[in-house]
Every structure is written in structure tokens, then in C-alpha cells.
């Protein structure tokens, strides 16, 4: 990756969207796509329902899977908005993903569920989510600066506006990033146990 100042400006942004909510799909741009569900929701009987008419361009739907070990390669390519020749990340086409992309999916996937549940029924709820590196101006190594767009059918600006704030208030992620959440940190012997 390109190491030279930046001016605030972002040295990569991971973008993700969800459009079902806990309970269907979440992907990246140009690459990792997972199939999503709510820790909450009760087991399923059945298959999941069919798919939303999305991106044909899209890879695939993956369903989700057990952690890989270390030495199995990643399930599908990522999109990474870097220049592989210029050392700004690995190629839209490699078979990597990393924290910007997972952080995006995660709190895409988070706020939509939030954001129907505000919405009620009768609309329907799109969320992106980017994600974007940036040198950290407050001290040594980087930041992520993440920024979340969330569209409901059938509002005025006014009704989205509410509605974007009562998701964003709701939302575990959304928590989590400004501070409201807890994170916690344990150092533990190497190797783990």
C-alpha cells in the first residue's frame, strides 16, 4: 500500500450493501457476497427464501461458513479500490478480503435489520455502507472514517431523515462505532487456547 501522505484523503474504501435485512444477503463491491442471518431468528425448517433480483453482475450467493483455517484460501475474490501496481492492495480479482470490507458488511447487514424494524412493514429499506482507510491525524497508524446510506421507500426526506436517526440509534454496529458500544481487549498466552 502506498504510504505517503494523504491529506485526510481516503487510501482505500470498501463499500457494502444489504437489501433483506439479518435474513438473506450482504456483499462488497465487485466481490464477497455471504448469505446473512440473525442470531435471534429461530431455526429454520425450511430453505431460505429466493433470492432478490440484484447486480447479475454480482458473484454468486455463498452460504455463510465455518472459519477457514489459516492455510485454506477465502471463498470468493474481494474488491479492493487500490492499484495492484502501484502496491495500493491486491487486484479487484484476488481471493482476499479485509477489515474495511468486513466492517462494512457487518454494520450494512446490522443497520438494515435495525432500519426495518423502525420502517415497519410496509416500506422497503436499501443500506450501503462504505468504509473508508484514512491516516489517523490524532496518532500513529490508520483510521477507518465509515460512512452508512440508508434509502426507505415511500418517505419524504423529512420521514427518512427520522428514520435513518431512530435505525442508527437502534443499531448494535452503529453502538459500537460511536462509542456507546464496548469493546473489550484480553491478552491471552500464545498460542490460544
Known sequence: MNREKTDGRALYTATAH??????????????????????????????????SPLDPAQPPLLPAQPPLAPTQPPLTPAHTTGDADAGDGPPADSPETNPEELLALAWATCLSASARIVAGD???????????????????????????????????????????????ARCPMSKLLTGKG???????????A
Open 18 to 51: 444489504n437489501h433483506t435485512g439479518p435474513d438473506g444477503e450482504s456483499w462488497a463491491d465487485g466481490g464477497l457476497r455471504i448469505a446473512v442471518r440473525s442470531p435471534l431468528a429461530p431455526a429454520r425448517s425450511s430453505p431460505p427464501p429466493a433470492r
Open 122 to 168: 410496509e416500506r422497503k429499506v436499501s443500506v450501503r455502507v462504505e468504509v473508508e482507510l484514512r491516516e489517523d491525524t490524532t496518532g500513529p497508524g490508520y483510521a477507518f472514517a465509515p460512512t452508512a446510506y440508508i434509502a426507505f421507500s415511500d418517505t419524504t426526506p423529512g420521514e427518512a431523515d427520522a428514520l435513518a436517526a431512530a435505525a442508527h
Open 182 to 192: 464496548t469493546a473489550n481487549i484480553v491478552a491471552v498466552p500464545y498460542p490460544p
